[in-house]
């Protein structure tokens, strides 16, 4: 399928997960590749670091340990701008903050 696509010269091929993006990776190095929900992109292999990638590939790490502290740091300059405490950035389900839409 991924052949398909690219003998086709989308302008991007977009992957959902772990299982999908090495096909894309090995399918082009030359149609950009954004993925989603691939837990480790750099030990994957998919992206030389999150900070720059250095191939055709891009994408969205949700569970990455690289970023946890840059999130952590993210979530408390944003609730802090709300004049919020640091320690509620890391909220519970049920709390305000998850609840409200």
């Known amino acids: 399928m991924m052949a398909e696509l690219v003998a086709l010269q989308v302008d991007v091929l977009i992957t959902v997960g772990t299982q999908t993006a090495p096909y894309a990776r090995d399918a082009t190095t030359s149609i950009p590749v954004a993925f989603i929900f691939v837990p480790d992109p750099v030990g994957s292999r998919f992206v030389e670091s999150l900070a720059r990638p250095g191939r055709n590939m891009t994408g969205l790490s ?28 890391i909220p519970t389900p049920r709390s305000p903050i998850c609840t409200s839409a």
């Open 62 to 89: 949700q569970f990455g340990a690289d970023i946890v502290l840059k999130r952590l740091q993210f979530s408390a300059k944003s609730f802090l701008a709300c004049r919020a405490s640091p320690s509620s950035s």
